[in-house]
């Protein structure tokens, strides 16, 4: 009787030992953006808002997630994930970029890749039509990482990367904003109900690469060729294999100077702290003590979502490991 | 007799803990520089040359010193020896900037404080005479961390920095060396005996308090408005008070993906490593493994100094907190 019962325990033992190694054996595949992180108030928005930004971060994420469910990189789904976002007058990159100061749109983004820690970034620029595509030009067909201003832009054109001009990146809505802000002398964006609008997605592949990639018009009449953490290896956007990938969004002289995005993944490197506990200690406590508002949204390599901010509102959407769909603004 | 021993046993350890103490309240004050990292042959280097270098870092670390000697801060430190090194066509920063591709100049600075964490940099300038400068000021009379190109030009007119035209940066033996370059159609800087130049200086001030600075001119013969890791805050300059003061200078590229400056912090702060475990880790392992070539100068709170390279050579001097002053090249 005793033997039959040990003989039991060990089948029982093996069969979840192959439960467990056939688990281990499915690569998940997933991807998260998010829209921008700010300070909304539920009930100013309206539903007609919502669902427009809903629905259109629906078809980012789902575009993405198609080329992850293909066999296609983490860094082909981050970078047409991005277009879809920056090709929408909804957020405030590519088509949808705020103005300057002066009146003009200066954009910025960056990627990176998980697998060979390769980046690319492109800042200051006012003819691409997608910055995005240029910083993974920049990745691949450099030896560089940053290029800034006109330079980028000869650059991106000689790599066939779609040039436009000014026009393309009017719109009547935000022009009349502008106006406003300059008629008021208002220098800062720091009014109530103003969110950040960056657009960033991260995204893991069958093969087990992450990639992280961020895309942003900037902060609101910005002076003096600003820029912030969305170009910034390190501190917008930040991807490494073994740890995880990650895409802020926020106030991003803080990012910058609390290097975000490269300290939550030192803080899994050298700490041992899982995505979540790293990501929760630098937005919610290390930067809401700074009064710096803002979020990230990342992935772990194995498929772990970590959507955080500090704000009341991050525009966020993601296609999880079991291919679960979820947009939310709050 | 035992009595008395136990007294006696008692006088010393209040005497070796007054004299602890003593040691502990006198604050240390010092300062580092260096003038670039390479791979250049001890023998292909003249006397006259070596002499001509070293003379130039003792004057400019005298100065910075002298600052911190008269209870100036860290900051001021930092900007006044950078200054200097900006001014000397020795080094690849300021008037000895070496050409673009275009041949023209672009200059990058940045500049930390260490008490703050409030960080300033400028990117892609050919106007500004002293690019370190005018990082500060964007540090001390703006919102933002990083301004680039045109903007930042206009902001550092805005602020009385000293503004020059392109003649101020003509030198006719680099003038000849681009000629060379362009006649090869030499894309990069890889040629043996070519330092990378950039300048940095790190200081610890009676205060306690940190201060990092770096300025360069970037990569010879660079094109499309490349940015390297000097005006990247994580990357090429990073100042934390409780932890050091950190200025890079190498292969850029590497070091922003390496994020280098702020993983020297982050080990020290995760992994409670000292400053030289971090920096040798980082430097002659890490970087190592990837082909990076380049090295750190760094101080922390106590006024440990650490100068790590992984090539043969980095200019480089410093004042220690005993007042000892010391000028080395390999």
């Known amino acids: 009787m005793k033997k039959t019962l040990k003989f039991s325990g060990f089948n029982i033992f093996i069969f979840i030992t192959f439960c467990l190694q056939a688990q281990a054996d499915i690569k998940p595949i997933a991807i998260v953006l998010h829209g921008g992180a700010g300070q909304i108030a539920r009930e100013q928005m309206t539903d007609s808002t919502k669902k427009a930004y ?8 789902t575009i993405g997630y198609a080329v992850l469910k ?74 560089h990482v940053m290029l800034i201003g006109r330079g980028a832009e000869s650059f991106a054109h000689t790599q066939g990367i779609e040039m436009v001009d000014e026009e393309y990146f009017f719109d009547e809505k935000r022009w009349q904003q502008y106006l406003n802000k300059k008629e008021k002398g208002q220098l800062f964006p720091n009014e109530e109900n103003e969110k950040f609008g960056t657009v960033g997605v991260v995204a893991l592949d069958i093969k087990g690469n992450l990639a992280a990639g961020t895309s942003t018009g900037g902060m609101n009449f910005k002076k003096y060729g600003r820029v912030g953490d969305s170009p910034i290896i390190g501190a917008g956007t930040y991807a490494d294999n073994r740890y995880a990938a990650i895409s ?3 106030h991003g002289e803080f990012f910058i100077r609390n290097v975000v995005a490269y300290d939550i993944i030192a803080l899994m490197a050298y700490k041992k702290w899982t995505l979540k506990k790293a990501a929760q200690y630098v937005i919610n406590d290390k930067l809401k003590k700074q009064g710096a ?20 509102a991050m525009f966020r959407a993601y296609i999880n490991a079991k291919g679960e769909l979820k947009t939310e603004i709050f």
Chains 1, 2 share one sequence.
């Open 248 to 250: 802020a969004t926020g």
């Open 293 to 312: 508002e803002g979020g990230i949204i990342a992935l772990d390599k194995k498929g772990n979502i970590v959507m955080c901010f500090n704000t009341s």
């Open 54 to 61: 809903s629905i259109k971060m629906e078809e980012a994420i």
């Open 70 to 143: 293909e066999g296609g990189s983490s860094l082909d789904a981050v970078e047409k994930t991005i277009r879809i976002l920056e090709d929408s007058p909804l957020f405030n990159a590519g088509k949808g970029a705020v103005y300057t100061a002066d009146g003009t749109i200066e954009l910025d983004a960056s990627i990176m890749c998980g697998q060979t820690l390769k980046a690319g970034a492109v800042a200051g620029v006012s003819r691409i039509k997608n910055p995005i595509s240029a910083a993974r030009k920049v990745m691949t067909h450099t030896e």
